[in-house]
């Protein structure tokens, strides 16, 4: 009986709050693979086009290529 | 900073994660795509705030959450109606089995406690440090960790805790001493 007892409480070794490491992994792994399959769907086009149009308002596209390391006047005063 | 084709590219890339920590926080699509467009047009009417070199998939994170948090407020109600939209969003559906384990994961995490649930998701998922998910969230990194456990400890009980049994030999061994010891 207390061989089986130890074994028994071997197999779930409770990590933090409880929980195996089993469940703990598993949870990681459900959580990611939900977000995950909302990610893979990439960039819908209304974002795409909304970031696009934003980009050049009126035609002035002051987005100089080079945008390097020009920071001029860097955020507030 | 100005708006540089490289920092559009940067938020564009954003996008992708910021829609999934919309569903995740929300629960349905639709309105998470709007939380996203409207998180989109804040960020870009205040990129004269965001400081280049600090980072911005957090920078992004924190106007989401924060119009979501103001939003959620108004609208807890209609929240709970969401199901069935997001199984709407996705393009693969999984086997049947895995689908309806899917389908209880999301019902379970929406029983969470907002707080807990956008720590979970944000370390969890996300894949920030505990660190910038504090910074997220606006509260300490201590806290983020202790709503991380805590959101773990109640998932894994609304989950898990009538099947731990399943996991390994354990059923077994209960039976057995359930049924020797009486």
């Known amino acids: 009986m207390k061989d089986l007892k130890s074994q028994a409480s071997k197999s779930t070794t409770p990590g933090k709050g409880g929980l195996t490491p089993e469940i703990q992994s598993r949870i990681g792994h459900q959580l990611r693979a939900m977000y995950d399959d909302v990610v893979r769907q990439g960039v819908p086009d209304r974002f795409a086009e909304l970031i696009k149009k934003l980009d050049a308002p009126g035609g002035e596209s002051q987005n100089e290529n080079g945008a390097g390391g020009s920071n001029d006047n860097n955020g507030r005063d | ?182």
């Open chain 2, 1 to 182: 900073m100005p708006l540089t084709n490289s920092l559009r590219d940067d938020i564009l890339a954003a996008v992708p994660s910021l829609r999934a920590f919309a569903i995740s926080l929300s629960g349905n699509a639709d309105r998470a795509d709007d939380l996203v467009q409207e998180t989109l047009l804040r960020a870009l009417a205040n990129i004269d705030s965001f400081q280049p070199g600090s980072n911005l998939p957090a920078w992004l994170f924190t106007i989401l959450r924060n119009l979501f948090r103001s939003d959620y407020r108004k609208r807890r109600r209609e929240v709970e109606d969401a199901e069935g939209n997001y199984a709407k969003t996705l393009k693969t559906q999984p086997s049947q089995n895995a689908h309806l384990e899917f389908e209880e994961f999301r019902v379970a995490l929406e029983k969470l406690p907002q707080d807990q649930r956008e720590a979970l998701i944000l370390v969890g998922a996300s894949g920030f440090s505990y660190e910038d998910a504090a910074s997220i969230c606006g509260c300490a990194v201590g806290t983020i960790k202790s709503r991380v456990n805590r959101a773990r400890s109640k998932l894994a009980a609304l989950l898990y805790v009538d099947g731990a049994e399943d996991f390994g030999p354990d059923e077994t061994i209960r039976a057995v001493i359930g049924g020797s010891g009486g």
